[in-house]
């Protein structure tokens, strides 16, 4: 084995982690256009070689840039590459463009390769190259590749590679047929069902109540547990923000516009009385006299409309107001209590109209509406306004201005926070998610900029120092300590009294002694139980008919007792069906672990080198 240097030394590759099938290049060049990074720029033009196949400098960029943006579409947020490398992105990248230069390398050897008529093809089948017409056009291939900095030669090439190695892959792979045994083993695994009691404890099975904790207990408990009662690492930060509700009172408003535009809502502010209604339509006029008269005769009017093969949500025409209903509007709106009328024209045929409810009439009046009008129409125009302010904003603090400067010159308010990153419920400004990003991306040195929020405000944030973390002072924790101690200690004796009864049923006497017991007659293995904690399946599935375990899990403490076991079903379609699947998951799996193991050998095989400044200066690029 070749030693390994900081350059471009030979050296032995371990494993490839990650095998990459056939996928045209033409999906990588959609998926990266418009999109930072699309070439590098250095004068390398490779990063290193397995054999005699190099790995090109553009294929890493490329690879690298499409896994950052699934890597952020994936967070919902900007992934620097920084932070991906802190997750093994760049290595998962460069591992995968060994695996396939190793295939290619080894194809190569063996002569495989594809006729021009073949990659032909495959680019006129390829949509991203279709014209207007719905077929190949030369102006969009070309423009295609222009935008992706690459050339016809090159994607020719790659796309050779492509179906070259697809044709070595499946060789390898292709053919595998699952061992019928394995198929039963694991659908015997699969499809076994068990049957189980279960008791549920509460405090009410305690055979007495817990004892209230002395400030001694508390302090004791607060000393053996002070990680529990640390505040997390923050970042404090001080912010300036302007926001709509900040300056919208100051904004004008006049009674004219208010009132058009109480008047362009008035059916918002001004809403006739209503009926909740049901229509239950018939065939024809006869067909709805009859039920009138079965109705009449103390027929539930439920029994109607099951037997027209409806339920009531079918029927249900909610609140509406007496035009709604056309020519059955005034005796439907008649009615001064819930009851039936008909058979009434309707537009699908006679109909009984039921009447469930009477909704009186509703007038906001202009007086009434005015203040949020108002209200809405001031913080709109706030919103505005702040939009308007954001260019001056930026050139401040382009400037050099500090945020200080920035509430004093532009009137923003200024404020600061200790911000922790996974705080679950977050208040303030911090429940602000574009306020919350920005924090989480702010590091020491970074100069303030502009934030626009998703309510049409402000803010800019400076990083004035790391809170390292830091124990709450028992004085301020003492509530959360008493709610820790009392979970703990209700946790623990519910736990002892699980086990005392756990012990007296093996001793003989009954689960249902001890309180009511759910019974569960069959269950599979991805089954679920409500409120039970996830180790109830597995420790369910794991035990012999009449055995007994305590199950613990966050606010649960229970017994379980297995019943049954039923084994798996061996006929029926189910069961042929679940058996197929499993076979083809098997096969699948085999195929995989050959295909993974070819190349390892053929990576481990060839000589691979790899130089490392280019790939550091890729990298560089993208910061």
Known sequence: MAKE?????????????????????????????????????????????????????NKYARALQQELQALSAQFGSNVTLTQAQSLGLDRRVLTGLVAQA??????????????????????????????????????????????????????EADLRADLARQLLTGAVAGG???PQSAVDTFYGWVAERRGFSLLRLTLADLESPLPSPSDDDLKAYYDANIARFTAPEAKRITFATLLPDDIANSQPVDDATLRRLYDERIAEFVQPEKRLVERLVFPSQEDAEAAKARLDAGERFETLVAERGLELNDIDLGDVAAEDLGAAGEAVFALSEPGVVGPLDSDFGPALFRMNAILAAQEVTFDEAKPDLA??????????AIADRVEAIDDLLAGGASLEDLAQEQGLTLGTMDFVVADEAPAGMAAYPKFREAAANLQEGDFPEAVLLDDGGVVALRLDEIVPPTPIPFDQATDLVAQAWLADAEAKALSDRAIEIKAAVEAGASLAGFGIVDRTVEIAREGFVDGAPPALMPAIFAMQPGALQVIEGPGFTGVVQLDSITPAEQEGEDATALKEAIAIQLEQAVSQDALSLFTDAMTNEATLTLDQAVINAIHAQFN
Do not use: C, W
Request: glycine share 12%.
């Open 5 to 57: 240097h900081e350059d471009s030394t030979p050296r032995k590759k371990g494993k490839g982690s990650q095998i990459v099938v056939y996928t045209l290049m033409a999906m990588l060049v959609v998926g990266l256009g418009g999109f930072g990074i699309t070439n590098f720029s250095g004068g390398a033009t490779a990063i290193g070689s397995v054999g005699d196949r190099e790995i090109s400098a």
């Open 102 to 155: 190793a295939l290619d390398n080894e194809a190569a050897r063996l002569g495989l390769s594809v006729g021009d008529g073949t990659v032909a093809a495959q680019i006129s089948e390829t949509p991203a190259f279709h014209g207007t017409q719905g077929s190949f056009d030369r102006e969009a291939y070309r423009f295609t590749l222009n935008r992706a900095n690459m050339t016809e030669t090159e994607f």
């Open 176 to 178: 595998f047929a699952a």
């Open 375 to 384: 209200l809405e129409i001031q913080t709109d125009t706030a919103r505005r």
